[in-house]
């Protein structure tokens, strides 16, 4: 569609997870454009928005993070209900759980209901992730090895546009390829959806694991919100009340989005 054409979305609520402040690569400047050309009543950052694992180790915070922190608060005092739901990469926002900083609500989990009256237990999931509860180490082995792929990714892909071929992600295929990898992902959709069917909702909506899906394999209404580090993707529900899974990779990029009236970021240090 056209940038003449196109209209800013308005839903009734944005699922977003994984962002990842502090990693590289990221795609934030794609996540700042999907938040200009969509509007929500509510939205639900649903953990790993900041990578505080990779800021603690070497602090990465460029001016385009300023700029969409800057949009989350332009949208939050316009009306806009924030939901933050912690995850392990910023598990040191779980110190702010039952509070509010003027309309961001800070919880661990919550329940979100649709407008056709169906229920979803909202969490980020690592409460059910065995590795992350148990086994803090190797998840940084893991947390080492994922950016590991994506280094490798760039170089790859860097290959694959010189050859004029579409961009491949390397983590991806290992996710549907590698048997261990397939069988966690299904454990972990079972550890969720059980958890849902016990608290009696139709649905849950989570991240984490950096695969976005919707199904009802296992009788519950799985919703993963997938990633901003290469998915691209968020949640979606329309105000008729039905959850739509949102590549925003799939959409050209307007040349010319709509402007917000942004404060002015404080500047950096070093940049």
């Given at each position: 569609?056209?940038?003449?054409?196109?209209?800013v979305?308005?839903?009734r609520?944005l699922?977003?997870s994984?962002?990842?402040?502090?990693?590289?690569?990221?795609?934030?400047?794609?996540?700042?454009?999907?938040?200009?050309?969509?509007?929500?009543?509510?939205?639900?950052?649903?953990?790993?928005?900041?990578?505080?694992?990779r800021l603690?180790?070497?602090?990465?915070?460029?001016?385009?993070?300023?700029?969409?922190?800057?949009?989350?608060?332009?949208?939050?005092?316009?009306?806009?209900?924030?939901?933050?739901?912690?995850?392990?990469?910023?598990?040191?926002?779980?110190?702010?759980?039952?509070?509010?900083?003027?309309?961001?609500?800070?919880?661990?989990?919550?329940?979100?209901?649709t407008?056709?009256?169906?229920?979803?237990?909202?969490?980020?999931?690592?409460?059910f992730?065995?590795?992350?509860?148990?086994?803090?180490?190797?998840?940084?082995v893991?947390?080492?090895?994922?950016?590991?792929?994506?280094?490798?990714?760039?170089?790859?892909?860097?290959?694959?546009?010189?050859?004029?071929?579409?961009?491949?992600?390397?983590?991806?295929?290992?996710?549907?390829?590698?048997?261990?990898?397939?069988?966690v992902?299904?454990?972990?959709?079972?550890?969720?959806t059980l958890e849902?069917?016990?608290?009696?909702a139709?649905?849950?909506?989570?991240?984490?694991?950096?695969?976005?899906?919707?199904?009802?394999?296992?009788?519950?209404?799985?919703v993963?919100?997938?990633?901003?580090?290469?998915?691209?993707?968020?949640?979606?529900?329309?105000h008729?009340?039905?959850?739509?899974?949102?590549?925003?990779?799939?959409?050209?990029?307007?040349?010319?989005?709509?402007?917000?009236?942004?404060r002015?970021a404080?500047?950096v240090?070093?940049?």
């Amino acid at each position: 569609m056209s940038e003449e054409g196109r209209e800013v979305r308005r839903v009734r609520a944005l699922f977003i997870s994984d962002v990842h402040l502090g990693m590289r690569p990221t795609r934030i400047t794609q996540l700042i454009d999907f938040l200009r050309w969509h509007e929500a009543e509510t939205i639900y950052l649903v953990g790993d928005i900041v990578d505080g694992w990779r800021l603690a180790k070497a602090w990465h915070w460029p001016a385009e993070y300023h700029q969409l922190v800057e949009i989350f608060l332009d949208k939050a005092l316009s009306g806009t209900r924030i939901v933050v739901l912690p995850g392990n990469h910023d598990e040191f926002l779980r110190e702010y759980l039952g509070t509010y900083f003027g309309e961001v609500e800070f919880v661990d989990r919550t329940v979100h209901t649709t407008a056709q009256g169906k229920t979803y237990v909202v969490m980020h999931g690592d409460q059910f992730d065995v590795v992350v509860a148990h086994a803090k180490w190797l998840a940084h082995v893991g947390d080492w090895a994922y950016r590991a792929a994506l280094r490798l990714n760039i170089a790859v892909n860097w290959v694959r546009r010189r050859m004029g071929l579409t961009y491949w992600s390397l983590s991806a295929w290992a996710k549907h390829k590698v048997k261990n990898a397939v069988s966690v992902i299904g454990r972990f959709e079972e550890a969720l959806t059980l958890e849902a069917r016990e608290s009696g909702a139709d649905g849950v909506i989570c991240g984490h694991i950096h695969y976005a899906d919707m199904h009802e394999r296992l009788g519950i209404h799985y919703v993963n919100t997938g990633d901003w580090v290469e998915s691209c993707t968020a949640v979606a529900e329309t105000h008729e009340g039905v959850l739509e899974l949102v590549r925003w990779t799939e959409t050209p990029l307007p040349r010319k989005p709509r402007r917000l009236r942004l404060r002015r970021a404080p500047a950096v240090p070093g940049q």
